[in-house]
């Protein structure tokens, strides 16, 4: 599987953007979806996951409420809904394929080359 992100960008505190992850080949919908981040000097944290089907999801704690995630299977793709942003939520946004509804990165197979975000104050 080969994962792309896109949607990033330089955005206003308050203001809101929509990543999404596209995934290639017909197995999206066999794979549990993550989105983790990682701010400069910082170690990579678990953001959300979704599970196939979508009917599960799971967020760290201290950003459910401001972050969506989503999937269309139908498109082989992810979405990561920010709103209320930030400037700590500045960071290279990864989206990763795995097995279950897990926070470890280790949980997740397959990564995307990550889309920067950058939150202004």
């Known amino acids: 599987v080969q994962l792309q992100a896109s949607g990033g960008g330089l955005v206003e505190a308050g203001g809101s953007l929509r990543l999404s992850c596209t995934a290639s080949?017909?197995?999206?919908?066999?794979?549990?979806m993550g989105w983790f981040r990682q701010a400069p000097g910082k170690e990579r944290e678990f953001v959300s996951a979704?599970?196939?089907?979508?009917?599960?999801?799971a967020y760290v704690d201290s950003l459910e409420g401001r972050f969506t995630i989503s999937r269309d299977n139908a498109k082989n793709t992810v979405y990561l809904q920010m709103n209320s942003l930030e400037p700590e939520d500045t960071a290279i946004y990864y989206c990763?394929?795995?097995?279950?509804?897990?926070?470890?990165?280790?949980?997740?197979?397959?990564w995307g080359q990550g889309t920067l975000v950058t939150v202004s104050s």
């Open positions: 080949g017909r197995t999206f919908s066999r794979y549990v």
């Open positions: 990763a394929a795995g097995r279950l509804v897990l926070p470890m990165p280790s949980n997740y197979d397959y």
């Open positions: 979704i599970s196939l089907s979508g009917t599960t999801t």
